[in-house]
């Protein structure tokens, strides 16, 4: 049993199954999100509900964050009730959002200069890890701090690592999606070329999985294109802001840019479909 209150803000398609794995854990969590609806199920687990940011704070000694993007984050933090309205001195505020790197070093200055403390700590897995504790967190700021909250973290991934100061987590996270996204189209490219030279998907993808490309995500996106299934693990627009942010930090190289277009295109049909629906993209590209 965790010996402080925890706080969870965020409970979208990964803060939900992280929050359940707190209170599975003993965590006396208070949860807060802007549609209530989804905070049935934790509050039903035995979980608290906070009205508001400001209220969500004000009761914890440690807050993590799970929203979608930088105004979500920063609506949060800074609103009229916002976390940051009501944290007292010590809060520390664990920030799980795949955000700018500048928003995170501008909330952990912001957190400093009022006795708090902020770690930008994202994480590289889906729905499936998150559910299981196996997800990949990647930590920037005062290495201290991380310490101090390490054990929780360790409920929530099968690593959690230490890569530099406040924004550093966000700019490793913001690399790791680009090798997602690089990966994801050019698995969807490998199939379409196999499917107009007359090989067909099911074949092509067991020579895949037999051979020295084989891995759990290239099995899982593949089965999806070959079973048309492509309900939202990870949902191609949030793919697209994340190439966009790492544009912002200097992703201008060839394949990064390719793909960074590839994929803002294929979301103005399929932008909440998953990621691996850019292949539907690259099919119409080809007809």
């Known amino acids: 049993m965790a010996n402080y209150k925890t706080g969870w803000a965020g409970l979208g ?3 939900n199954p992280m929050a359940a794995r ?11 999100n802007r549609t209530r609806e989804k905070e049935q199920a934790l509050r039903e687990a035995g979980a608290l509900s906070a009205d508001s940011p400001a209220d969500l704070a004000a ?22 009730q916002g976390l940051l309205t009501a944290s007292g001195s010590g809060t520390r505020f664990i920030n799980m959002s795949t955000i700018s ?42 290495e201290a701090v991380l310490e101090k909250v390490r054990p929780l973290l360790d409920h929530l991934g099968k690593l959690v690592l230490y890569v530099g100061a406040a924004g550093n987590g966000n700019a490793a ?3 790791v999606n680009t090798l997602l996204a690089i990966y994801t189209q050019g698995l969807a490219e490998a199939i379409t070329l196999a499917k107009s030279n007359g090989i067909r998907p099911e074949d092509f993808m067991t020579l895949i999985n037999n051979g020295a490309l084989s891995n759990v ?8 294109i070959l079973q048309d299934q492509y309900k ?45 629906a850019v292949y539907k993209h690259i099919e119409t590209l080809r007809k």
């Open 13 to 15: 398609t990964m803060g």
């Open 22 to 32: 707190l209170v599975a854990a003993g965590y006396e969590l208070i949860v807060y």
């Open 59 to 80: 009761a914890c000694d440690t807050v993590v964050i799970m929203v979608s993007d930088d105004p979500a984050c920063q609506e949060l933090f800074l609103g009229d």
């Open 101 to 142: 790197p500048d928003l995170s070093r501008d909330l952990y200055h912001r957190c400093k200069e009022m006795g708090c403390f902020y770690l930008d700590a994202p994480v590289s897995g889906s729905v499936k890890q998150a559910t299981e504790g196996q997800l990949v967190i990647m930590t920037g700021g005062d």
């Open 173 to 175: 996270k913001l690399a």
């Open 217 to 224: 995500y290239t099995k899982i996106k593949g089965d999806a």
């Open 232 to 276: 939202a693990a990870f949902a191609l627009r949030h793919m697209v802001k994340d190439l966009g942010l790492a544009q912002q930090i200097g992703l201008d190289t060839p394949l990064g840019t390719a793909t960074a277009a590839t994929f803002s295109e294929a979301a103005g049909r399929w932008s909440d479909d998953d990621l691996i």
